[in-house]
């Protein structure tokens, strides 16, 4: 086991300065940093075998066409999929939901039928859906929460009905950490055929994706959230599904044959691959997935457990600090208010100290009208990051307090 000096020196942005000072980077809910590997994997696409994929009969087209389907075979292991039919690759997230959202929509929704999400939602699985909805004459159902940004479970229960066609919800909250109950929300409506997608932009990089635990229809993240490049994400579905969805874009490499006539489609994954992909940047997420193994997913979610229970602790200490999603069953995020300070001012005053936390809605307007607020201040910590820096952050917020009451 690699010791935490050893970790933070595999993520070279760590070790930059800001205005002066160490970098503290509590933005991993937003983006993750890099490690060296996965930086070096995509330079090394390009310095030494950068060709298209699917289409050449040269050498190194069979090499990235190789090393791109390993890197599906990585994410199909990593999630624990049946087959590297069910993985597609996205642009990200929103690519991902967006896709489905479109080809669910235009294979099984009519007038009346009915989506379920929760008030948990980041905008990416709240649009697309209501998009779909408009288009369709189908109406979005809301799962309520609860003040400690729980959702309510039985509340669920009662928008389940004949004319639920699906349930899409978040396996994490970005805006306040909750880890949702997936397992029984999927059992629940499957009970009742009612397929489920989870949206793991959020819970990929902390804890379990086991798609056959979880059971779940469909389920989507990015890969710079999990500590590789941009511009590239993930849909598993069922083979079932997959098969009988139409694609949601058209154009190479998704085809079998075209006439002007008539075109029929490629087989699974490829039916929802439509022209060039991003084929660098599975790459790179193949090794983000290698590196996460290699550091071992028990030992990140005991690290990252121990921090949000220093953090809780430290930050909950501080008189007019009041915190956002206090379930006992959270992520290491911590979203919070200092008593008649705004945001904004907490997080301009934190990054002239070189600590970077995100400010605002977290896409996830919902949430904050929930609760009748207009954002808050979000450290999301991983791995990487440090007791030191917690404390740094505390410090930090007692310093904009102290700044506020001169
Ligand atoms: N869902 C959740 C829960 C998220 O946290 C995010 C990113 N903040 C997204 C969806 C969208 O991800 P992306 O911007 O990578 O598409």
């Known amino acids: 086991m690699k010791t935490i000096s050893e970790i933070r020196a595999d993520f070279p942005v760590l070790s930059r300065q800001v205005y002066g000072r160490p970098l503290v980077y509590l933005d991993n809910g937003a983006t993750t940093q890099k490690p060296r590997c996965v930086i070096d994997a995509v330079n090394n696409v390009y310095t030494t075998y950068n060709s298209n994929i699917h289409r050449g009969v040269h050498a190194l087209s069979d090499i990235a066409s190789e090393e791109y389907e390993n890197a599906r075979e990585k994410v199909r292991s990593f999630i624990n999929a049946a087959k590297k039919e069910e993985i597609i690759f996205t642009p990200g997230t929103t690519g991902s939901i967006?896709?489905?959202?479109?080809?669910?929509?235009?294979?099984?929704?009519?007038?009346?039928?009915?989506?379920?999400?929760?008030?948990?939602?980041?905008?990416?699985?709240?649009?697309?859906?209501?998009?779909?909805?408009?288009?369709?004459?189908?109406?979005?159902?809301?799962?309520?929460?609860?003040d400690t940004g729980e959702i309510i479970f039985d509340e669920y229960l009662k928008l389940l009905s004949e004319k639920t066609k699906l349930v899409s919800v978040t396996q994490v909250s970005n805006a306040l950490g909750t880890v949702l109950p997936v397992r029984e929300i999927i059992d629940t409506a499957h009970s009742g055929n009612i397929p489920v997608l989870i949206d793991g932009a959020q819970g990929v990089q902390h804890g379990t994706a086991d798609v056959a635990s979880m059971d779940c229809d469909f389920y989507v993240f990015s890969g710079h959230k999990i500590y590789g490049p941009t511009g590239i994400g993930i849909i598993y579905g069922k083979e079932k599904w997959l098969t009988e969805l139409p694609p949601y874009q058209g154009g190479g490499d998704m085809v079998d044959t075209v006439t002007f006539e008539k075109t029929t489609y490629n087989e699974l994954p490829f039916k929802f691959e439509?022209?060039?992909?991003?084929?660098?940047?599975?790459?790179?997420?193949?090794s983000a997935l290698d590196y996460v193994l290699s550091i071992g997913r028990e030992n990140i979610e005991s690290m990252e457990k121990e921090l949000l229970r220093y953090a809780t602790e430290r930050l909950s200490g501080i008189r007019g600090l009041r915190v956002y999603g206090t379930s006992g069953r959270k992520i290491a995020i911590i979203s919070f208010?200092?008593?008649?300070?705004?945001?904004?001012?907490?997080?301009?005053?934190?990054?002239?100290?070189?600590?970077?936390?995100?400010t605002g809605t977290h896409c996830a307007q919902p949430v904050m009208s929930?609760?009748?607020?207009?954002?808050?201040?979000?450290?999301?910590?991983?791995?990487?990051?440090?007791?030191?820096?917690?404390?740094?952050?505390?410090?930090g917020i007692e310093k904009v307090i102290s700044m506020f009451e001169k």
């Open 98 to 146: 967006n896709s489905i959202a479109f080809s669910f929509g235009e294979r099984y929704i009519r007038p009346g039928d009915e989506i379920i999400i929760s008030h948990l939602e980041h905008h990416a699985n709240i649009v697309p859906w209501q998009m779909m909805c408009e288009r369709k004459g189908a109406r979005l159902r809301i799962i309520p929460i609860d």
């Open 274 to 286: 439509a022209g060039t992909m991003n084929f660098a940047g599975a790459i790179g997420l193949g």
């Open 337 to 358: 208010l200092l008593s008649n300070i705004h945001q904004y001012d907490t997080g301009l005053i934190l990054d002239k100290m070189g600590i970077a936390v995100r």
């Open 370 to 395: 929930r609760y009748g607020i207009e954002g808050t201040v979000r450290a999301s910590l991983c791995f990487y990051n440090t007791m030191e820096e917690i404390d740094m952050l505390g410090t």
